[in-house]
């Protein structure tokens, strides 16, 4: 009920004035009234939502303008007014001044006008409340830019040099043999580079991206997952298994549940532990009820416990086997927050890992 | 007759091409040279305590910065709490991919850091660093 309404503090001495302005006034605001800057104080802590502030001038403890100046420093949001029935020069000078006031109004008031400038300085309120919000999520944005470019330039540089000192180890080999393994190791440069590249994509479609919502194929959606890993499994003998039951549609973005499954099972695949027997990794899709719960697991290398909390933090990787950026489960994570889904993961270190997510359909 | 101070080399880096191409380049510049890599420094600083305190300085290391887990700066600080006798058996050169000045600046700061070398390492470097050393 008060959620929608303008919240007005109006402070003056004089009692009939606070009645008086309440009563024309509290059908279309909230209305806080006090009847000294002392009992002002109060108020403002009570009612952090009052955009609006309205003052007498001549009050017997303090005027209107060293009370504005006081306010400007511990509550500086709020647009000030000040209320006067003397045409004093000296107050105007000071409440524009030091009270740095929105406006000055001439006592009596006229109703049309006081609820004009009660308007327009909530306008001018939420403008400026806005605008610093903006400030403070730019100010987020710079960091993780800042963070960005770091880490990208490492990303894509380290590839490339790996390559420039193949080459120069290639230009003085002494058999074809070490050339080729020197050309070995630039095409799994350039993979990596590639591999890194593409992450970059999927980290701006998440980010940038509008949500693209239709109804989800399942079936295909699992068919060029398959078309990826089954390879992947039978050249690295991973046992890869795969279920899905689908009770009713599912209506999402497809390429995001790509991105959030391609990711996981990448990661799968490429933390195998390499003296293993019966390597495996599974992947459940179900949905129900209008919600699609996927499980990814597997029996490769695991997180150590220490690093659970970070493994969803930009650029963080928890261990120097494989080729990871620490740009995957930033992704999903992304991917996910987008999609108002939520991820949990399990692991051992040496046993394995296991993410299990739900999505709600849109 | 001038005789030859032979030099063991330590390879600390996670990405395990940049640790073949170094060993490379060190046995394309001395053969005598020996190599051991680490793609995890923490198994680096075992090695080293385990192989306990030195007479002189007789290892040199190449250090990455970007690593995951721990990174050549903990690397670096972790060696730098080793007992003295130990510490002086090895000179530490970072080898980097990185062109940030913070991390170009930091890398210099440390003390039993040598010098900051830009990756790939080539011959050219190696020799240059180990007629330095010799001198």
Redesign the interface.
Known sequence: MMGGKIKVLYIDDEPNNLVGFKASFRRDYDVVTAQSPAKAWAQLEMHPDISVIISDQRMPDQTGVEFFEEVRERFPAPVRMLCTGYTDVRAVIGAINKGHVFRYIQKPWNEDDMRSAIEEGHNYYIATSMLSERNSELLKANTELDKFAYSVTHDLRSPILSVLGAINIAKAAKSTYEVHEMLDMMAQSMVKLDGFIHNIHDYYTIKRGELNITEVNIPELVENLKGIYNLEGVTSHIDFRVSVEQEGAFRSDPIVLYIILNNLLSNAFKYQKRTRENKFVRLLIRVKNNELFIEVEDNGIGIHEHYLDSIFDMFYRATSEGFGSGFGLYNVKDALDKLNGKISVASKKNEGALFKLSIPGK | MKTVKRYHCIIVD??P??C???E??IQ?TQRHLSVTSF??GGKALDYITGLGSKPEMDTIIFLDI????MNGFTFVEQFEELPAEIRRGYGIFFTT????QNDITRGKSYKSVLNFLN?????ANLQQIIDKLVQ
Request: glycine share 0%.
């Open positions: 996670d990405s091409f940049d073949l191409i170094a490379k380049v394309n793609q995890d970007q690593m995951p887990v991919s990185s062109i940030n990756k790939p390492l080539t011959t």
